[in-house]
Nanobody, 121 residues
Framework: QVQLVESGGGLVQPGGSLRLSCAASGSIWIINRMGWYRQAPEKERELVATITVGGSTNYADSVKGRFTISRDNAKNTVSLQMNSLRPEDTAVYYC???????????????WGQGTQVTVSS
């Protein structure tokens, strides 16, 4: 079994910063990609940022220049530094990982339980 546990959400004023973290645990051989998605009320879940095991990153246009994704392959963790937050960044943020539990198993997609980020004055 694999678990993704997020932390770091909360309430912040516009222009402020938050840092989200996610730790993967369990039966893990390699995590090919890790990332963050978000879902605002009455909207579909959308990609925020992803990072591969080699360090290649991809960002949604709406967060480029404000958010930075990073990972620690040795600790199986991924973080999202969010700066210059805006009210439209308010959403539940989900950690995501595409990983293999062994060299004999295919890649599966896993999700964390989500953490609320609210940007409001």
């Amino acid at each position: 079994q694999v678990q993704l546990v997020e932390s770091g959400g909360g309430l912040v004023q516009p222009g402020g910063s938050l840092r989200l973290s996610c730790a993967a645990s369990g039966s893990i051989w390699i995590i090919n990609r890790m990332g963050w998605y978000r879902q605002a009320p009455e909207k579909e879940r959308e990609l925020v940022a992803t990072i591969t095991v080699g360090g290649s990153t991809n960002y949604a246009d709406s967060v480029k220049g404000r958010f930075t994704i990073s990972r620690d392959n040795a600790k199986n963790t991924v973080s999202l530094q969010m700066n210059s937050l805006r009210p439209e960044d308010t959403a539940v943020y989900y950690c995501n990982a595409g990983l293999r539990s062994s060299q004999y198993t295919p890649e599966y997609n896993y999700w964390g339980q989500g953490t609320q980020v609210t940007v409001s004055s």
